[in-house]
């Protein structure tokens, strides 16, 4: 089993920025997609970015040009710079990692983190 350990959100202003980090622990063999998914009050889930283990990345277009995604294999860590944050990115931001073919057995989600984006 594998465990995803979030962190980094928090309140912040408009146009401001965080960084959100993720660590996979536990019986890890394979890491192949990592990625980050965002959830507001009352929407579905939604996907904000994801990077392959070969290091091909996939934004969202509501994020395209503000966020990047990064990972670290050696750390089996994955990163996301939000940069010029709006009140609309305002969610509860979840970390997602597959491991081998990626199939449901081996899909897992961290808690979630809060990012707030308010003056």
């Known amino acids: 089993q594998v465990q995803l350990t979030e962190s980094g959100g928090g309140l912040v202003q408009p146009g401001g920025s965080l960084r959100l980090s993720c660590a996979a622990s536990g019986s890890i063999f394979e890491v192949n997609v990592m990625g980050w998914y965002r959830q507001a009050p009352g929407k579905e889930r939604e996907l904000v970015a994801r990077?392959?283990?070969?290091?091909?990345?996939y934004y969202s277009n509501f994020v395209r040009g503000r966020f990047t995604i990064s990972r670290d294999n050696a750390k089996n860590a994955v990163f996301l710079q939000m940069n010029s944050l709006q009140s609309e990115d305002t969610a509860t931001y979840y970390c997602?990692?597959?491991?081998?073919?990626?199939?449901?057995?081996?899909?897992?989600w961290g808690q979630g983190t809060q990012v707030t984006v308010s003056s």
């Open positions: 990077v392959t283990s070969g290091g091909d990345t």
């Open positions: 997602n990692v597959c491991e081998g073919l990626c199939d449901p057995s081996h899909d897992y």
